[in-house]
């Protein structure tokens, strides 16, 4: 450390009474505003940031020597000055084996020791005073500002003579200002004085609020954005074809008094070659679609972390497109004010290249980590049965539980019950009562005329059901296939006498096949 060891400059001395007269045209503060801004500052530092500084010297000041300091780097090395525990032995230098002390961080708010140089800086002047000072920057500033302060014999003496420099005073409210300018506490300068500027951001906020409030809309309503065509004026022209939900629910925003978004359409309709600040082109919607996303994701991660316990459902299958893809879903209890509900939210569509138990299992826990959930509130997980979700030894489940034990697998209950359903309609008599009741439920959709004597018979023995029409049976999904044999059952009685008056009054093959039927 020889090389940081330097004469003592001759303004520490000699050119004291010089130096202090070059200062007297600047700003004079009281000392104990400077005290008052310079504990605020590190307030926060000194109460939390007491452990032994790593090797890494994230927090070194040394490290920043000869650097030009970002914004978030000034921020990081004002909130985090490292004050090492009562047991940090600092190293001893020079003939007189002296060393720093750690009661001066304590007493000087602003000095900061560098592990890296073994060496001390004012954090303040370091970051935020130039290399000359004075009137004509006439006076070039050395130890504690651009190279470390070395000499511990006259540290005490030259830690007050700095305190009191007015470039020293500055730099400290300088130093307050950005602190508070960072964490957004007040406005920046430059925005202050440009009041044409803030004028913009602000009806840039009110359009663009117009705009997501219109997206969100049409998201809960589960519509399209788009239509066939989206381009072209959406208040000066109306065009006759449909041209998507987002342009006329925005027109319909204009015509109920959204003046905002009066303006601003019409103010880039007016200037057809500059469409760059619309937020209205599907590119800009896509962003905020999938920031709406991203909102609503955080929060359903954030309640499942709150509640700490949660389950995973998932299914692999292929899209339309040909790629297998995991439908990952989370299973959680919400608290509310009138009690706890149990909620079922899905979480996003996750490719898969690797479909053994293995490969899905890291694609799973790979995926949760991202979307931040907390694995070690895993509890439960829901698949189906096939060998790479299920396998005792090798399956997505076991090797889950590998790694989170308390992650019990269970069987996903909608799985079991559709399997037990395409069982038993292998067994004759379910099978053929469901071929009937097919037959028959496609006898009556088939003509209208039918219909129409169904719900005349309907009508006529006045049932207490609402249904006045047949559900077809669906070849996929057995929800469906259920409710339609639910209403199958509901108007049973009046099927039987709607078939018996096609029988009596209808043509010759409507009336064999009702007589089948019945």
Not at 50 to 67: A, F, L, M
Not at 196 to 221: C, D, F, P, W, Y
Not at 231 to 243: A, E, F, R, T, W
């Amino acid at each position: 450390m020889d090389k940081w060891i330097i004469k003592k400059p001759k303004l520490d001395v000699e050119n004291r009474d010089q130096h202090d007269r070059d200062h007297n045209n600047e700003p004079n503060y009281k000392k104990s505003e400077i005290n008052e801004i310079s504990s605020g500052l590190n307030e926060s530092a000194l109460s939390t940031n007491t452990q032994i500084h790593s090797q890494t010297y994230d927090y070194d000041i040394g490290v920043y020597v000869e650097k030009t300091c970002t914004n978030d780097e000034k921020y990081k090395i004002l909130k985090n000055r490292w004050i090492p525990n009562e047991f940090y032995k600092f190293p001893i230098s020079g003939r007189r084996k002296l060393k720093f002390q750690r009661n001066w961080l304590l007493e000087f708010p602003w000095l900061s020791y560098s592990e890296k140089l073994d060496g001390a800086f004012c954090v303040f002047c370091f970051l935020f005073c130039s290399k000359e000072v004075g009137k004509g920057s006439h006076i070039s500033t050395k130890s504690l500002v651009v190279t470390p302060f070395c000499r511990w014999k006259d540290a005490k003496e030259q830690f007050r003579y700095h305190t009191n420099l007015e470039y020293h005073k500055t730099s400290c409210i300088v130093a307050q200002n950005f602190i508070d300018v960072h964490e957004k506490k007040i406005v920046d300068i430059s925005l202050q004085l440009n009041t044409a500027r803030l004028a913009t951001i602000e009806q840039n906020r009110k359009i663009l609020s117009s705009i997501v409030e219109t997206i969100i809309l049409i998201g809960r309503q589960e519509i399209a954005l788009r239509g066939h065509r989206d381009s072209g004026p959406i208040l000066s022209k109306v065009s006759n074809h449909n041209d998507g939900n987002f342009r006329a629910l925005l027109r319909f925003r204009v015509d109920s008094g959204d003046n905002t978004l009066n303006d601003h359409l019409l103010r880039i309709e007016a200037m057809p070659l500059n469409r760059s600040t619309s937020y209205t082109s599907p590119k800009i919607q896509n962003e905020l679609i999938e920031i709406c996303g991203k909102v609503i994701l955080n929060k359903i991660v954030s309640k499942c972390n709150e509640v700490e316990c949660f389950s995973l459902l998932a299914d692999e299958t292929t899209d339309i497109s040909g790629i297998e893809q995991f439908s990952l879903c989370v299973r959680y209890i919400e608290k509310t004010n009138s009690g706890s509900i149990l909620k079922e939210d899905f979480l996003s569509f996750v490719p898969v290249n690797d479909v053994t138990g293995k490969g899905l299992m890291c694609t799973l826990l790979e995926t949760c980590q991202n979307l931040k959930l907390n694995l070690k509130y895993l509890v439960g997980q829901g698949y189906d049965g096939a060998a790479a979700m299920s396998g005792e030894f090798q399956g997505c489940a076991a090797k889950v539980m590998e790694k989170y034990p308390q992650a019990l697998y269970v069987h996903c209950a909608s799985h079991s019950l559709n399997l037990v359903v395409s069982d038993a309609c292998n067994i004759p008599i379910i099978r053929n009562s469901l071929g009937s009741i097919k037959e028959t439920i496609n006898f009556f959709r088939i003509s209208a005329q039918r219909q129409s004597i169904l719900k005349d018979v309907i009508h006529q023995l006045e049932c207490e059901t609402k249904k006045r029409r047949l559900m077809k049976l669906c070849e996929t999904r057995w929800i469906e296939r259920l409710d339609a044999v639910i209403t199958f059952k509901e108007l049973f009685v009046p099927i039987f006498f709607a078939l018996e008056k096609i029988q009596m009054d209808g043509n010759r093959e409507a009336s064999k096949k009702a007589f089948t039927l019945q």
